[in-house]
């Protein structure tokens, strides 16, 4: 089956740009969750959603956006970017609570 | 969520087993551990999970200590691609609206 799908793989933007990532989850699962990695924090959660609503929210500011559409798409969106916003951005997808984790190969997100 | 401590670093000769132990103390009871590994660039892969038994899949075995207290995570015949960081993670089974903690995770070295 395939898995999940993240665009575009590798982006870089200047310091107070937006920009949009994309996540496609595995057909049939209705969780998207966002997370951000750096050398530094590691791994963060910043967001998940399910059935399009978001379900629960780390700790980030409100520059760090997301939704999720009735396919079970999802996109987040960071505003006003700045340069330690630069990260890996991966998303996971599950079929619900009971279930684990498929994470796609992430967006490597350079700003400058 | 419970806290987990892992060793920073570990190595281990390619076709022995690489066991990889992880500290739960503050497990409650219905928290499940939980272990990923993540290949470098690319994102973290589910490889087992277990309550209170021991749990054995394709990939590994999990060891949980009677008390529930700390875990092992068994590769039985490591190979160069099982090189990668390894997280263990403890979390409820249900309601978990997607967020996992990760920590900074054990990285195994498998060597030739």
């Known amino acids: 089956k395939a898995g999940v799908t993240q665009t575009p793989r590798y982006l870089i933007k200047t310091r107070g740009q937006q920009v949009t990532l994309s996540c496609s989850p595995i057909s049939g699962h209705r969780s998207v969750s966002w997370y951000q990695q750096t050398p530094g924090q590691g791994l963060q959660f910043l967001f998940e959603?399910?059935?399009?609503?978001?379900?629960n929210k780390g700790n980030f500011p409100g520059r760090f956006s997301g939704r999720q559409f009735s396919n079970s798409r999802s996109e987040m969106n960071v505003s006003t970017l700045e340069l330690g916003d630069s990260a890996l951005y991966l998303c996971?997808?599950?079929?619900?609570?009971?279930?684990?984790?498929?994470f796609g190969s992430g967006t490597r997100l350079t700003v400058v | 969520d419970a806290k987990t401590t892992q060793p920073p670093s570990m190595d281990c000769a390619e076709g022995r087993a690489a066991n990889l132990p992880c500290n739960h103390s503050t497990i409650s009871g219905n928290e499940y551990v939980y272990w990923y590994r993540q290949i470098h660039s690319q994102g973290p892969q589910y490889i087992i999970h277990?309550?209170?038994n021991n749990e054995t899949n394709e990939m590994a075995s999990l060891i949980i200590t009677e008390d529930r207290k700390s875990s092992t995570l068994i590769l039985p015949h490591a190979t160069l691609r099982d090189t990668a960081v390894y997280y263990c993670?403890?979390?409820?089974?249900?309601?978990?609206?997607?967020?996992?903690?990760f920590g900074q995770g054990t990285t195994l070295q498998v060597k030739p």
């Open positions: 959603y399910f059935s399009e609503t978001q379900r």
């Open positions: 277990g309550l209170k």
């Open positions: 996971a997808s599950s079929l619900g609570d009971r279930d684990d984790y498929t």
């Open positions: 993670i403890v979390r409820v089974a249900t309601g978990n609206t997607g967020k996992l903690i």
